[in-house]
């Protein structure tokens, strides 16, 4: 299900798992805009194109109410651009007061409506569930959201991304959770997985059943020819079938002030990573490539994995 409607999995074609049109917070963009700079939705809709031309079919959107999901701009820009979108429900990290003891199920209920009837007022539906917990574990509140997107993923049978801190080797916890839910680990995909680079720990997801979310690049604390050491090395070791690269990079975000008061043209994310969505077309697959990964192996990557997440 993307945000335009529903897409053949036969059909997404070269697909990012991780990233981001637009990171705020919820209802920031009606009540903030300015905070985004200037027209936001045309350059999304031009960064979007700029993807599509080089081949890149399909996003996954993981941007969550909590991260300020905007559907219904999702879908204008999706239309306008080509690129497919498959947007999130469930929940990142930010623990407003309602949290604290709203129950499991009812939280659940919630995530059903969002898969099966839409994103209150819009008729744009989820097509994926989407928990975190960061380093410090999985808290009280989080603990309730994973319990709550693995109901729903119970119920309706939506694969789940996991926001998890692999150098707390998190997802130790997250899974283990999972299991007591009933969930179906083949239909997990646990990601921001290369900011590790403890091949074993990796292994031992894997050896559970579940996807790998290779996505953070260029990220920080691993450097970039680590992370695609580690992809190739796990490639090699037999698991490139469930290896999911991306970039996690973020469209719209706000723009910081700078020290003189002025605003720069474009926000700090941007200007850490000047390829954007193209990063990994420009380094990523030529560094596979010089490494001895064939075609084959590169497609399995980024079309064949996302056809079996989503289909398999
Ligand atoms: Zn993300």
Redesign the pocket.
């Known amino acids: 299900m993307t945000v335009t409607g529903p897409v053949d999995v036969n059909q997404l074609g070269f697909t990012l798992m991780?990233?981001?049109v637009l990171?705020s917070a919820s209802g920031l963009m009606k009540s903030y805009p300015a905070l985004l700079g200037p027209d936001p939705e045309t350059r999304a809709i031009n960064a979007l194109k700029e993807s599509k031309a080089h081949g890149i079919q399909t996003m996954v959107d993981?941007?969550t109410f909590d991260l300020g999901r905007e559907p219904e701009l999702l879908a204008r820009v999706s239309a306008k651009s080509g690129v497919n979108l498959v947007n999130v429900t469930g929940w990142w990290l930010d623990v407003p007061r309602f949290m604290w003891g709203v129950g499991v199920n009812q939280m659940a209920r919630e995530f059903v409506r969002d898969i099966e009837e839409g994103f209150r007022g819009t008729g744009v539906r989820a097509g994926i569930l989407k928990c975190a917990a960061d380093f410090e574990g999985v808290t009280a509140p989080l603990e309730t959201m994973a319990r709550a997107v693995a109901r729903a993923h119970v119920k309706t049978g939506l694969r789940i991304m996991v926001?998890s801190y692999p150098t707390g080797q998190l997802a130790r916890r997250q899974i283990q959770i999972f299991r007591e839910e009933g969930v179906d680990l083949t239909r997990v995909k646990i990601?921001?997985s290369n900011d590790t680079t403890d091949l074993e720990y990796l292994q031992w997801i894997l050896d559970q059943g579940c996807y790998l979310g290779l996505?953070r690049y260029p990220g920080r604390l691993v450097s970039p020819k680590q992370r695609t050491n580690t992809l190739y090395a796990l490639m090699k070791l037999g698991y490139g079938d469930r290896l999911c690269p991306s970039h996690?990079c973020?469209c719209l975000h706000i723009h910081n002030e700078q020290a003189d008061g002025t605003l720069p043209e474009k926000h700090d994310f941007q200007r850490s990573n000047p390829d954007g969505w193209l990063y990994m077309h420009r380094q990523v697959i030529p560094q596979l490539q010089s490494m001895g990964a064939s075609d084959v192996q590169i497609q399995n990557l980024f079309v064949d994995n996302p056809r079996r997440f989503f289909g398999g």
């Open positions: 991780h990233e981001h990171i993981a941007t926001h990601d921001h996505d996690d973020i």
